[in-house]
Each structure stands twice: as structure tokens, then as C-alpha cells.
């Protein structure tokens, strides 16, 4: 729009021109002032191995993770990496922002495209109303734009979003593995080992890390506070870790799952009683009975529980989802340690971690007896302490997982090392 203010002076007519922006161009401006105030403060010391595992030429990528996995850090730092921090061709929005109320992704998409956008990252896309059409008007309608976007692991991205089936890949942001910890703890850079590698060179992998750290040294804190980037934050990690498994109640299950908000408590309550029973087979009747609903709904909220990455679900081998379980974990060490500050049994601990440990790209399932996975329906796991190898009999189609110890010999590796599967 522009103005033309004209006086006299001199017998001559000095005209000055005053351009003023439509709304939406400062609008879109102040969004580049934000995106550009937060990809310069981001901080992430540990690069994630996600980043080189997703193909950045999808035209539409999907970032799933649980709450305070670090998804926000992680879209700012591929901005980081990608672009020069003032280049208007990529920018980071948050559907937190109460503009988006009012309107929807694929008009802002429209306007950003159309001003030389090519990449925008959206994050918690889910907050947004219809985001799944959005996304996919996005997509038919700007055939240069690249959109990646967050959102809870409780989604069902294809399953609930057919309008999405064949543009969309997705991929699972998890929190830091051992080997992240350890490299962010140490400054060192160890690199990842495959299961395959672990099993069969698992002596000479441990003889090239032990000169450079100390794993026991660092293992238990991993165990008890290292899951989720935000121990690194001056605040109590217990209590932020408690205010983020509300939140993955409160809005993830109820929000997405559109559930009622008066069967919140049922649902917290189902948990707690989960994590109570201690890694048990769960009795659904009578969690039907203690929180007064159906064993239908019992299972579909342990569903919801586990798709929140809050439990791991523990099968026999050949059962699934939506038989009962014959084990129900929580996702990770810390949460038990969120749940029983007091006392937590070191077993559970362990048998906890190296489930959430194979969990990204193997099945576990219940092995013959306590303390034994099957993985990949083939390889039994025994989870064991070092310090009780007397008292136990060696099979020789069996591997030792064992903690209390660093090193290991033959068919006996030190359960730390599994956590250097990402």
C-alpha cells in the first residue's frame, strides 16, 4: 500500500513516499525474527543419529517422540545445519502460537511459499484443528515446499490420517541412548555398533572405549536421570520428569485420542497401578474393577499408555496387541525412578533398559523364564549381575547380558554396550 504526501515549497511540490506493509508480510516477518533468535540460541551438544537416518528429500516428513525427547531441538538444528541462519527459504513455526487459531497451515504455507519459501518446519503440528488435510492441501497445492513436522508419538500417522498414506514418512525421535550420554558427559564421539557387531566383536568393541571413558562411572546415572535431554536444565529432574508424564496424559492421550476429560484420572490411575505391579503380567479384570470401566477399555488405555511411550508391552513369542501381555515395563529406567524415588529394585532397572534399548529396531518378546527375553525370535537374553556369575549355569545357546561390570568374555557382555545400539 502506499501513500503520497505532497507540500508546497518554493513554487515546487515535494512529494515523500511512505510504503506500508499488508499485515500478513509483518506477520510473516515476525516470524523470521523468531526462527532466527532460535536456531542462533539452540543448543544441542549431542548430534542426533536421526538426522543422517531421514532422506531430507521427502517432500513431507514426520518427526514423532515423546515429550522432552528434544523434537523442538531437533528442527532447529537441522535448520542450523541446513541454512545460513538468515535465509528465508526455511522457517520453524510452533502451532502453539494462538495465530494459528485463526488460520490455517495451508493458507501461511501459501504465503510463505509464495514469498521464496521452500522448507517450513512446523512443530507440534497436532495442536492445529484438520492438520492432517492442511498438510495435504500443502501438499497438492505447492509442489516446491518440503514440510517437516512434529508431533506425539501418540499419533497414528497413516492408521488415523489416510489422507496422508503414500506422501508422508515418518520417523521416531527417541531419547538419548548410553553412547549419547556418554558422549555428551565425556566430550568424546563414540559411534554406534549394530547388535550383529555387539554379539560377535563385543571384546574388542569394549577395548577401544575404556581407554577414552569409564561406562560403569557414568551407568547409573544414565539409568536414573539420562533418557531425556532435559537433565542437562538447572531445575529438579525428577519433578520436570513428572510434570512431563502428566503432560503426556493430560494433552497427548486425551488431545489426540479425544478422550474426555473426566476418565484423565482412570487413565493416570491405570498407570500407576501398571507401574506398581513391577514388570508382572497385568490381571485386566481387576484393573477393570479398580478404576470402574470395561477390560476393553483397560486394554485400549494401555494402548494409548504404551503409544505415549510410557510402558513397553512384553509378548510371548507370536502374540501381539490386543492379547494381554505377559509383562508390562515402563519405557525407561528413569520413569521408575519418577515413580518409586525411594527404592527401585536394580534388576527391574536393567531388565528395563535393555528392553527400551533393542526397542528401536528389534522384538523383544518373554523368554522362558524371569530375567529371559527372546529377541528377534531367535536369540535368547538372560539379564544378570556379574557379581552372581558363580551361581549361575552358562548356557551355550544363551547371552549374558550383565551389569556390575565393564568388560566381558565370550557369550558374556557387559549390558552397558547395548546401549550403544543408537
Excluded at 518427526?63 to 528434544?70: A, D, E, F, Q, Y
Excluded at 492442511?134 to 501438499?139: P, V
Excluded at 512434529?150 to 525421535?173: A, Q
Excluded at 531367535?378 to 544378570?384: E, V, Y
Aim: glycine share 4%; proline share 4%.
Amino acid at each position: 500500500m502506499l501513500f503520497m504526501f505532497c507540500y508546497l515549497r518554493n513554487y515546487s511540490y515535494l512529494c515523500l513516499k511512505i510504503t506500508i506493509k499488508p499485515p500478513n508480510q509483518l506477520k510473516m516477518e515476525a516470524f523470521f525474527r523468531t526462527h532466527r533468535y532460535l536456531v542462533e540460541h539452540v543448543n544441542a551438544p549431542v548430534r542426533r543419529l536421526l538426522m543422517d537416518e531421514i532422506d531430507w528429500n521427502d517432500r513431507m516428513i514426520g518427526i514423532k517422540g515423546t515429550r522432552g525427547v528434544g523434537k523442538t531441538t531437533f528442527l532447529l538444528q537441522y535448520a542450523k545445519e541446513k541454512f545460513d541462519v538468515g535465509d528465508k527459504q526455511c522457517l520453524y513455526i510452533n502451532m502453539n502460537n494462538f495465530y494459528f487459531q485463526g488460520r490455517g497451515i495451508s493458507s501461511f504455507a501459501g504465503d510463505f511459499y509464495h514469498s521464496g519459501g521452500r522448507v517450513l518446519l512446523i512443530d507440534q503440528v497436532f495442536k492445529q484443528t484438520d492438520w492432517s488435510t492442511e498438510l495435504r492441501k500443502c501438499y497438492d497445492l505447492y509442489p516446491g515446499l518440503k514440510i517437516v513436522f512434529t508431533g506425539s508419538s501418540v499419533m497414528r500417522l497413516k492408521d488415523e490420517n489416510p489422507e496422508l498414506n503414500g506422501i508422508v514418512k515418518s520417523y521416531n525421535l527417541r531419547g538419548f541412548s548410553f553412547r549419547e550420554f556418554l558422549n555428551l558427559l565425556t566430550g568424546n564421539d563414540f559411534h554406534p555398533y549394530s547388535l550383529e557387531e555387539i554379539l560377535a566383536d563385543h571384546e574388542h568393541i569394549v577395548k577401544q572405549i575404556l581407554p577414552k571413558a569409564s561406562p560403569r562411572r557414568h551407568f547409573q546415572d544414565y539409568i536414573h536421570h539420562g533418557f531425556y535431554p532435559f537433565f542437562q536444565e538447572h531445575r529438579n529432574y525428577s519433578e520436570n520428569l513428572l510434570k512431563t508424564m502428566n503432560m503426556m496424559t493430560e494433552v497427548d492421550i486425551l488431545l489426540i485420542k479425544q478422550i474426555e476429560v473426566n476418565f484423565l484420572t482412570k487413565i493416570k490411575k491405570l498407570f500407576y497401578q501398571l507401574a506398581e505391579a513391577r514388570e508382572k503380567s497385568p490381571n485386566i479384570s481387576q484393573l477393570a474393577a479398580s478404576i470402574e470401566t470395561s477390560r476393553a477399555t483397560v486394554m485400549n488405555y494401555i494402548k494409548y499408555l504404551t503409544d505415549a511411550r510410557l510402558l513397553n508391552l512384553i509378548y510371548p513369542p507370536g502374540e501381539e496387541f490386543p492379547k494381554k501381555p505377559s509383562k508390562v515395563m515402563l519405557h525407561n529406567s528413569n520413569l521408575l525412578y519418577a515413580i518409586y524415588p525411594i527404592h527401585v529394585e536394580k534388576q527391574d532397572a536393567m531388565e528395563t533398559f535393555f528392553v527400551n534399548s533393542l526397542w528401536k529396531d528389534h522384538k523383544v518378546n518373554q523368554g522362558p523364564r524371569d530375567q529371559f527375553y527372546l529377541v528377534d525370535e531367535k536369540q535368547k537374553f538372560r539379564i544378570c549381575d556379574a557379581s552372581s556369575r558363580g551361581k549361575i549355569r552358562y548356557a551355550p545357546d544363551t547371552i549374558y547380558a550383565c551389569y556390575n561390570t565393564e568388560i566381558g568374555k565370550d557369550n558374556q557382555i557387559p549390558l552397558w554396550l547395548l546401549g550403544f545400539l543408537y
